[in-house]
């Protein structure tokens, strides 16, 4: 009865590139903060002077809602009024504004750092947090042993990484994955589908096309997506496995 | 050995070579501080944008010659809109604080005893368990959304608190007992084993010794789940339809407009909305990741 559904979606012409879409967006911004946030978590590991304060400013991202953190990167990179748009030519990197949202590529370019900017409060946090777990005698014993600073960090810390690591990826994905409001509010007023994944074309779908029951099979489609990738990374880095 | 006692002098030696570079760092420790303010400007960029829209004019923040800061500095702004025709704001705020408190405390209650047990009992279908309590984590909020809003008809909730609290805990929930899952999984059961040999009951052993080690956890636990409801936004945009019961996060869409938006209110609340969460993150931010486990631990 409704399979007649999922079969309109495949043959969507547009779905090939939205799904490259979707595969570039996981992975890229999943990749980029986890190691982005791992250096980060190490820094801010080490002990200096204002680093409490520099810590609670690399919170207000994470305390910001994601919809106003969007929204402000959408003003400022605006063509007309955005700020950012305005320094950019001001220290002539631009001859004249560029309209990053509004061409899908570039649109798609600056969703993607938005999405790096707002994931990576949290996945520092994680870590963090994990790395205080680590026993200072162990890091001290390596010490005495004269292991250097590279192997330390990853026969030392990492292994003992792991769990907290693999939590902090899984919640990326599927936050990364069903994340709706950046793509809606960047790319969101573009034409066609061309910088949509497969979350934001559900939405459109749903509102600006009418199209509830395509909505509906698109998104058990997602949800059987973001399963296998799940499944995957559990079977390949077993975070759950007992030492 | 005795042609090795005169290196044997050598490892205090290099025992205080470590402790005075400690105790000298401080000066090449300020490199870092720069590294750090580079960083941390990095990440407040938009939020300093924000606050000095949050002062401009109406007119000003639609200017096609965009200013860096107000040239006529309005803080009547954060009066104002609480008092508009587009939102009742104080209830909105109201809203959001009884949602997120309530919600949170549910989750920390259900999620602590959960994690607990996944950690301690190798019960069978175990990982199954943690494995659908992840799927719940994964299903897509904005078409969930439309299916609970059905069920909250049904059982006469819908547009209430209560709908949008029991919503928010049951998002956060698999999160919460994923998290305390892994924090408790590093806490050695010898631990717990030694301190019942020592006369503690099962659940003393849980409250003296387990619950203080699994603080950094369970304060990770509960700061996402407040930010998580506190921002919540698709599912409380097609439950909430009163305008009082909706959160902030709702209500700041109320200002943007398909011709005119009042980027200043947008910002000005934006700002309101992030400074609680701000507070509340700088006051536990320290226990975040507290080195609780390295004195008891060995």
Redesign the interface.
Known sequence: MGLANYRRVFENDGLPQVLINTAVWVAGVVFVTVVLSMALAQFLNKDFPGRRAIRLAILIPWAASVVMTTTVFYYMLEPNVGILNKFLVQINVLDETFGFTKRPVSAFAVAMAVGVFVSVPFTTYTILAGLGTIPDEILEAADVDGVNRWQRYTRIVLPQLRGTLAVAVIINIINVFNSLPILRIITGDLPGIKADTTTSLTFKLLTLYREPALAQALSVFNFGLVLVIIAIYMAVTRPMRED | MTTQAPVAPAPPVSGTT?KTRRVS??RR??G??A???V??FF??V??V??LL?SFKTKKE????E???LPTQWQPQNYVTMWDTPETPLPFNLISTVAISAAATVLVLLVAIPAAYYTSRRRFPGR?AF??LV??T???????LA?GLVRQFLAIGIHDTWLAMILVNAAFNLS?AV??LH??F??IPVALEEAAMLDGLSHFQVLRKITLPLVW??IV?ATI?TV?AC??E??ASLVILTTDANQPL?VA??KF?GQYATS?HY??GI?VV??VP??IL??LI??R???????GS??
């Open positions: 470590a760092a401080p420790r300020w870092l501080t590294i750090g303010i960083v941390a990440f407040l938009p939020y944008v924000m829209g923040i639609l200017s096609i965009p200013t860096y990982l943690l494995f992840l799927i984590q994964m299903l897509q909020p904005t078409v439309v999160f994923w998290i892994s924090f999984a590093t950094p956890g990770t996402f930010v506190w921002n936004f698709a996060s700041l869409t943007v980027w947008v910002f934006s909305s992030i969460v701000a993150f700088a931010e320290r975040l990741v507290g080195g609780l486990t390295a631990v060995k």
